[in-house]
């Protein structure tokens, strides 16, 4: 492997040609102060993949990897060398280091990839050169949605190491909605014995006539969420919880009926929603459900360190406050602006309470609706204009716009996609996306804090059809996350594709059922069944999408 076929390609590498460093079972490693998490990878991945045991030896000594801590380089940037006589890597903090060593194990080729040696008594060897690289932002992330299809906790610990290959800094894990609430919370324990599973499931978009007809569901215990933000933080990556409130509740308000609108719908017989879209199923607006969900919050707060909480605030229907006597009395007690000032009320509620336990909240760009909460951060997903807004007015973005980073979006307009859903998104377009709009000035292009890919599951019901959507299409994402590209346009997409090849290979290694470049292989395909067309099972939009 060369170092001009890395993803993400790093700002600068340098290889010295026909020289490298023999990696063997006399190679050592030494980790200096701060450097552990590193160091326990090191062995546990790379030295497992190709059979190296790195025992520990002094630093600097020839055959040996040195990791170290540079207070001259950025928190997340890193400098590898690597000469005919060792491997160093410096970064300006412990998670510099780790990126350091993820690109150590690209150059190492795809066997670096794999869980134990293919070919234990092959020597080992990584081209000499220098290679230096820092990020572009701060949060480079991926967000999957766990409530509309569950993935057991190996497969979510798989995905941590999969954003990790690729140095993905940010979790977002979307534990609730209507159609399952996937945490243990011991204080509301309905909210997982009845609200994690669903007895049947729509099959394609909820236009569909077409049914699963079998329960769904499942839940991560407390000691779950435990180990997989401890094994997310020894891979240097933040995971920001999500638990949907006031709209996206209807797993909830059927655990607990008294949190739904019951002068308006009988809460007593909802279920947990086996279809997809927006129920219109919502929070009442209550003292009592704010003390229910601070308890939620309370428990949220004690399983995940992450500075920012999702709290979602996205496709709230206001039809039910609209009807609801005690809502509308709500409004006057209040003296909120309509439906509007409600859910704004929400979201300031919850700004505040989590603010004064040292927490940030960051919803969907809906809760700029009413009027923004002082200390919020905006998720900009419908476009671009929220984020734009929330900038403009002093407040923090994630910028994920349906229309470029929707990774649940088909790849292809051909007919043999597996779900042909929403625009079709490329892996150029992906590689195309900016993520700072130009009509931001230089100090609210500051507020733009990072960017995500989305990923909701109603179309993905296993592992292999999350693969199938996500990859390649993150590979494209993470260089764009993590590169100062140049304008869209200027990209130079034919050497991506060309470092593509090499990258498909570190994919197959690990094992990732991603979408072939020719198109799906004949088991990724899912056909209409007879008599059934595209149109009948998913959502296809001709034409490109509207940039907003």
Known sequence: MTHDQLIPAPARAEAVPGSSFAAGPSTTLWAGPGTESTERWLRATLGAALGLPLPSGPEGAGGSVSLLLDGSLEAEAYRLTI????????????????????????????????RAPL???????????????????????MMLDVARHFMPKEGVLRYLDLLAAHKLNVFHFHLTDDQGWRVEIKRHPRLTEAGSWRARSKWGHRNSPLWEERPHGGFYT?????????????????????????????AA????????????????ALTVWDTWGVSKNVLAPTEDVLRFYEGVFEEVLDLFPSTFVHVGGDECPKDQWKASAAAQARVKELGVEGEDGLQSWFIRHFDQWL???GRRLIGWDEILEGGLAEGATVSSWRGYRGGIAAAKSGHDVIMCPEQHVYLDHRQDGGPHEPMPIGFVRTLEDVYRFEPVP?????????????????????VMEHQGRVDYQVFP??????????????????????DFERRMTAHYARLDALGVDYRPPGGPLPRQRRPAPEGLTDSDLGRPIEGPPPNV
């Not at 000469?83 to 066997?111: H, K």
């Not at 070919?119 to 992330?141: I, M, N, T």
């Not at 993150?474 to 590169?483: G, H, K, S, T």
């Open 355 to 357: 603010s004064a336990r």
């Open 222 to 250: 407390q000691d779950d969420i435990r180990e997989i933000v401890a094994y997310a933080e020894s891979l240097h990556i933040a995971v920001v919880p999500e638990i949907d409130i006031p709209g996206h509740s209807q």
């Open 83 to 114: 000469d005919e006589e060792r491997v160093e890597i410096r970064g300006g903090a412990a998670a510099g280091v780790f990126w350091g060593a993820q690109t150590l194990r690209q150059l190492f080729g795809p066997d670096a990839f794999r």
């Open 473 to 494: 299409r993150l590979a494209a994402f993470c260089e764009v996350a993590w590169r100062r590209l140049p304008a869209p346009a200027e990209r130079d997409f034919a």
């Open 438 to 458: 130009a009509e931001l000035t230089e100090e609210e292009a500051a507020r733009v804090l990072g960017t995500q890919a989305n990923v909701w599951t109603e």
């Open 119 to 141: 070919r234990p008594d092959v020597p080992r060897s990584v081209p000499a050169g220098v290679v230096e690289d820092a990020p572009r932002f701060g949060w480079r992330g």
């Open 253 to 268: 308000i059927s655990a607990y009926p008294h949190l739904g609108n019951a002068d308006v719908v009988d809460t007593e």
